[in-house]
């Protein structure tokens, strides 16, 4: 159980353009989704904090009008990056928590992002 | 906000050998700590946790162990072997959720 899926698992797109994730929790509710990017040889750093029905919170330092977080029912989250950039380039990954209080995170696979 | 820092950043050990990582964290409200296996390009994997209430964990090879007053927790790989070469990372989390990561440990296991 606790399984958590990305999509697509990696995509490369023109700079400008802009780009969405899917993070799916498959057989569980997640009231809280969060987004991590990991550069390479990095550690992963938390982007935002999506919470079903409401606004994400972003960690400082994250663009919030540039890294557009979605989570619009129980089981899905979606970033979408606007207006790439070859900076943007890097492993997107999403996990989720089963409830509150429980602070286990089921990781999704990760999207490698390229932008040319 | 939270800071967790990871020591050291590589380690090298001979097959059979004892591994440790060790991992600081400076928010007291942290009550939850994971550590995370990470092979090349794929998603982090779970080895191990510890809640603020235990000091100790152990798993076939794999313990941790917390000091809550000391605000530091370390894993322990024993008889190590070359499948657990890989980036390790420790993570500090409240209730809510959400993880602050170590920088990561590059575990090489020499056969």
């Known amino acids: 159980g606790a399984v958590v899926s990305q999509h697509p698992s990696w995509v490369i797109c023109k700079s400008g353009t802009s780009v969405k994730i899917e993070c799916r929790s498959l057989?569980?509710?997640?009231?809280?989704m969060f987004w991590y990017r990991q550069f390479p040889k990095q550690s992963l750093m938390l982007m935002a904090t999506s919470n079903e029905g409401s606004k994400a919170t972003y960690e400082q330092g994250v663009e919030k009008d540039k890294f557009l977080i979605n989570h619009a029912s129980l089981t899905l989250s979606t970033l979408t990056v606007t207006s790439a950039h070859p900076e943007d380039s890097s492993f997107y990954i999403c996990?989720?928590?089963?409830?509150?209080?429980?602070?286990?995170?089921?990781f999704g696979p990760g999207t490698r992002l390229t932008v040319t | 906000g939270e800071n967790v820092e990871q020591h050291p950043s590589t380690l090298s050990v001979q097959e059979g050998d004892s591994a440790v990582i060790k991992c600081t964290y400076s928010?007291?409200?942290?009550?939850?700590f994971p550590w995370y296996k990470q092979e090349l390009g794929k998603r982090p994997q779970l080895i191990i946790d510890i809640r603020s209430n235990v000091g100790e964990k152990k798993d076939q090879r794999i313990a941790v162990t917390l000091n809550k007053t000391a605000k530091h927790f370390s894993l322990h790989i024993t008889e190590t072997q070359p499948e657990d070469s890989a980036v390790y990372f420790c993570?500090?989390?409240?209730?809510?959720?959400?993880?602050?990561f170590g920088d990561g440990t590059t575990l090489t296991v020499k056969p």
């Open positions: 057989d569980f509710q997640a009231t809280t």
């Open positions: 996990s989720a928590t089963l409830s509150s209080g429980k602070n286990e995170q089921y």
């Open positions: 993570a500090a989390s409240s209730a809510a959720g959400k993880s602050t």
């Open positions: 928010d007291s409200a942290s009550n939850y």
